[in-house]
């Protein structure tokens, strides 16, 4: 890969990823696109952890408490040195380097002021307008965040969305970067059909509650037109 003036800070939060964090860090220890990775461990009660640490160099932040994915963020980004971040869920299955690589470039090639991942199981609305607006796999500036304690007080959901307001208001161009062997398993594999139904019905009801469902409708579309080829 060619060596760019910019650097990138990535930042992975996890809770209770013993069992998928091994790959997806596999995938980015020691990328050439990222020059510091960062793992936030947010109070995990499995082994979690301990998987981290067999990645020599990483930067892994621990705590007892879990404190939300947000929080995890808003603590990876104030360990973070580089003016560049990215986003990295721990839970992904079948992330490779090169889909780290595909969604680093268009920000470091400055084709892009913000790049976003749209999975292999996306929901089919968010594959047929190209655009997931709540995926947590992001490259943009630090600076679009703002104070980084309020960031940490969002609720859940709450990052993207805020993210996502920012994103519009500043008319930043983004880049989809198709990850088409790339899944984000549901809840229901995660914790079984019927509790995984009802945290999937949980986090439909926490985006609207976030956006109101006119909000999310109004952000969709306005992010859609700053889609860049």
């Known amino acids: 890969m060619v060596e760019y003036k910019q650097k ?20 980015l220890y020691k990328n050439k696109a990222i020059d510091e990775l960062i793992v936030v461990n947010d109070g995990s009660k499995d082994d979690t952890e301990s ?3 067999k990645f020599k160099g990483v930067k892994l932040i621990t705590y007892k ?7 995890a963020i808003m603590r990876g980004l104030k360990a973070s040195k580089n003016k560049l971040v990215m986003f990295i869920d721990s839970d992904l299955v079948g992330l490779r380097e090169k889909d780290i690589v595909a969604l680093a ?20 609305i968010y594959k047929f307008f190209s655009l997931d607006f709540i995926s947590g796999e992001r490259v943009f500036k630090k600076e679009l965040l703002g104070n980084l304690d309020e960031i940490g007080k969002l609720r859940s959901f709450g990052l993207e969305s805020f993210m996502n307001k920012r994103i519009i208001k500043n008319k930043l161009r983004i880049k989809v970067v198709k990850w088409d062997n790339v899944i ?11 509790h995984g139904m009802v945290g999937d019905i949980k986090m439909i009801k926490q985006i609207i509650k976030t956006v109101g469902f006119f909000g999310m409708i109004s952000i969709f579309f306005n992010m859609k037109k700053l889609i860049v080829k």
Do not use: Q, T
């Open 51 to 53: 998987e981290i640490r």
């Open 8 to 27: 990138i800070s990535c930042i992975v939060p996890a809770y209770n990823e013993g069992a998928r964090i091994g790959k997806v860090l596999r995938a």
């Open 65 to 71: 408490k879990n404190g939300g994915k947000s929080y």
């Open 105 to 124: 470039k268009p920000v470091l090639e400055d084709k892009a002021d913000i790049s976003i991942s749209l999975r292999k199981n996306s929901l089919n």
């Open 184 to 194: 984000s398993p549901r809840k229901s594999k995660k914790m079984g059909f019927f």
